[in-house]
């Protein structure tokens, strides 16, 4: 991967809808050499989609929050409880991401959903899955900053 395949990612991070020939204007290259490249990007899974942003509040997902789970680990049940979660992860369209962590906590899941009443039905679910010892729910009230844009370092993928 050189630079021009860094800022193609960057220019398709920021508009995925970008045309091959604004992404060749951009990085001084032909159409077709831009084309080849994307291509490859793609087929090395370095790039693995496309999607549209969406404004949570249009479409009613006004609660953004963040939940922290730790796990009581009664007779080696986690590990089934952590099937039945990532299952739930899985078919649940509100949890945004869910991450298995090191330190004090055991999961980390950032949820999207309709309002509280919508958040505590899915916390009860989730609870339901594994025996949890402790469960911090942040409620978020405004967002700074909020991206899933990777800016891939020099010593990316050769």
Do not use: W
Not at 33 to 58: C, M, N, Q, W
Not at 83 to 92: A, I, K, N
Not at 128 to 154: F, M, N, Q, Y
């Amino acid at each position: 991967m050189d630079e021009i395949d860094r800022s193609l990612l960057e220019l398709l991070q920021a508009n995925a809808k970008a045309s091959n020939a604004e992404l060749a204007e951009a990085v001084g290259l032909t159409v077709s050499s831009v084309f080849e490249r994307v291509k490859k990007l793609e087929h090395r899974g370095i790039i693995t989609g496309y999607t549209a942003k969406v404004d949570p509040a249009r479409v009613g997902k006004d609660l953004l929050a963040f939940v922290r789970l730790s796990f009581a680990d009664t007779q080696g049940n986690v590990r089934d409880g952590l099937e039945r979660l990532r299952d739930v992860c899985q078919r649940e369209p509100d949890i945004l991401e869910c991450h298995d962590v090191a330190g004090e906590d055991c999961i980390v899941l950032k949820i999207r959903s309709r309002g509280t009443s919508e958040l505590q039905r899915l916390l009860g679910e989730l609870k339901d899955c594994v025996p949890v010892s402790r469960s911090v729910t942040s409620i978020v009230l405004e967002t700074l900053k909020e991206s899933s844009a990777i800016r891939p370092g020099p010593e990316a993928e050769r």
